[in-house]
């Protein structure tokens, strides 16, 4: 019969839209998905240079000590910031776009019932036109497939009222998502980015007032005193008094014997 | 014979700061490089988010095809910077942390040089302590050995003078080269942030802007002319022709009969 109703361009187009938005939603979801994973590694790095400034700083001259813990607590300051980051993106960005799934259900069913109110006006326009040129005369189940087709088409009307509002509603839905799951990403990576900023600017001070002349001056005191820390050893002690004894009547190898 | 020199417990001490040194820049290097390599991980991500969006913004409404293309451009500049930034991290960071070897190799170098020198005046002190308790009247050979003894006793002072000098410079080095590549990794990151700060903010304004109800009014004229785009089908539009023409009739079926 290859009748051709309007309607089903319509759903074609429809059908399009669904499956290309939730093709796209379904890409832009993963790719966020990956992006949310990859900053969190990122933390996870940062975190461990975090602990491995404080062992270090442990080891160092007080300034130095001091300067490096300073900065290893900017930089976790920053992590603390990007696990908000993550946790923003993880709430206000990809589970969004995960459940647009329900979404894209709720159209697909309207479609389909529009298509099967659709196929029911078909049926009943073919059973209409197969009795007029069958039997004519048979004015009673012509009237009576009349009525049907009035039904159906009504019906089919409704239908297609309420499909073109589904849609209506589903495309601003998508762009009003859209609008917002974006601007929902910029403005945690800005608050994100401008904290850092703030943390960092933080941390550029303290490492500039380093006072490393301090530090060098306590380093040279440590190596100069050296062995200090084996005065606890009396063998030791009098092991290097004999030492500088020798050395000492080596300095003025005449006058050193008896 | 068990001499313990003092400066054995300086050589200890030195030691052990190139040791702790080299496995801290070896260890801070190691995290730098992968925090970097993470940071371009997350550059790629996002770069296949721009693609995507572009991609989708290609069969979009005009509107959101220019918002959803500015917003793509954005999020590529930001990339441009984390992109700077990964080379900037590379270059002023991990490299100069990596190069830190040669630096470890040349005081290791005098620490060796020192302990030889050291060695040989132990060994000296050694012949003419026998020689004296062996043949103490032997004046001349006494003589002689008192003369290596001071000689090895010269170089060794000369050469304790040489470490503490090089130990100084290596320390000193290593708190300034550690305040330069943190300065340069806060500079680094600081720049990065500030720049994405600001190019989100140009794409939140885009995003905001983003005119909606004219892309809704277009995407309702599509769907309301539905399959527009088959009309250059003659036979479809006949077909169409044909149902309308049904479902005239049927709208008014009594009427429509002759």
Partial sequence: MNIVLSGDSQVRVMENTVTSTEKSFGQFCTLLAAYTRKTARLRDKADQLVKQLLDFANA??????????????????????????????????VTPLKLYGAQIKHTRAEIKKFKRV????IKQLEKLEKLRQK??????????????????????????????ETID?????????????????VTIEMVFHAKAVEVYSSAFRTLENYDMERDMESVQSTIRSQGGEEEVNEDNSVEEEQVEELRGQDGDPNSSRK
């Fill in 118 to 121: 659709r196929s029911n006006e």
């Fill in 169 to 185: 509603a589903f495309q601003k839905q998508k762009l009003k998502d859209l609008q917002k799951i974006f601007l929902d990403f």
């Fill in 60 to 93: 160092e001259q007080p300034e130095l000590r001091a300067t490096v813990r300073d900065f290893a607590e900017d930089l976790a300051k920053v992590q603390d910031y990007r696990q908000a980051e993550v946790e923003r993106l993880e709430t206000k960005v």
């Fill in 135 to 164: 039997s004519p005369s048979d004015r009673q189940m012509i009237s009576q497939a009349e009525t049907s087709v009035q039904r159906a088409s009504v019906d089919a009307s409704r239908t297609t009222h309420q499909l073109e």
